[in-house]
């Protein structure tokens, strides 16, 4: 084993490549205009509390058993993320991992970016405590945060951004804070092509979610994208949603069903929100009808009449 030690503060214009296997770097404050990688199982230690300021801690897609980030020193010590760091990559079966290690207590606050963007790689948060306050992303890979303990409760304050084929993980239980921001890109219809959060406990919904459709892609009618699962049960919605831009003729909706969150996109007239337009749909809007329910105000002007009918009419015959 070999150990390097980097006392700082110091700064590196440029990269640094941690190629030694079982090597160790121990950092003492570092601010990077570059890229660190952190490869065939290295270890990086930051000592003390201090921050990581600018550039990108990478973890390399190799072949090795594993790749370690840690934060050490006394109790309450804490790594910061700034906002214009990155932690990237991942390394298979979440062999890639951020964790503590010394006396007490370590914790990490990120301000800045981390994201599982290694396909079908991951990377494993299990610090004795995590703030997420930038943008936690999986984007083709894995990030799982896995606090110490059962039963334990993550918060979010931060943005999730679940990219296509990612998976955001949370072990036991998740809430979502009023500050959070979940963004969903889908680029087509299938797990593959849109991302993924999921709680192994229960998770308690409140913030922001906004949804995308990129890459040109357009849905088919009656397309679900089933992106949050709560296997201990749901609990809450979402504050507020800014949902994509529909293709004509057609809507998008959240569905807050049981243990997950889906989003859907379905004719105008798909009003039992199944994916599809039958004569369900237009008895459902004749007993809204009738009984002057608000939903049966198609038209959006205030008044339950002919017209809503009419206008109903013409949207489910063209589903």
Known sequence: QRQQRL????????????????????????????????????????????????????????NSASHTLRIAGPDGSTLTIAANAHITGGTPSNTSSISSTGTG???????????????GAGIQITTDSFT???????????????????????T???????????????????????TSVVHLSAQGA???????????????????????YIN?????????????????GRSGQFTTSNLPTPPAGDKTVLIYEGTRVRMLSTDLADLDLNGTTNTQDFILFLNL????????????????????????LNLWTDG
């Open 7 to 62: 006392a700082g503060p110091i700064t590196v214009n440029g990269d640094l490549s941690r190629a030694g296997s079982f090597g160790y770097l121990n950092v003492g404050g570092l601010t990077l205009n570059g890229t660190l990688s952190i490869q065939s199982n290295d270890t990086l230690d930051f000592t003390g509390t201090q921050t990581f300021a600018n550039g990108t801690i990478d973890f390399v897609a190799d």
């Open 105 to 119: 207590t370590q914790a990490l606050l990120n301000l800045g970016a981390i994201n599982a963007d290694n396909s």
């Open 216 to 232: 040109g892609y357009v849905p088919a009618e009656g397309t679900f994208f089933d992106f949050l699962t709560a296997t201990g």
């Open 156 to 178: 979010n304050d931060g943005a999730i951004a679940l990219n296509p084929g990612g998976k955001v993980t949370v072990v036991d239980n998740l809430v979502l804070a009023p």
């Open 190 to 212: 299938g797990a593959a092509n849109y991302g993924n959060l999921t709680a192994t406990g229960t998770a308690a919904l409140a913030g922001a979610f906004t949804g995308s």
């Open 289 to 312: 009808w009738a009984s002057h329910d608000p939903a049966s105000d198609m038209d959006g002007n205030g008044i339950i009449d002919t017209r809503d009918f009419i206008f109903f």
């Open 132 to 154: 997420n306050q930038g943008t936690i992303a999986a984007s083709g890979g894995t990030l799982t945060i896995d606090l110490p303990g059962a039963g334990t409760t993550w």
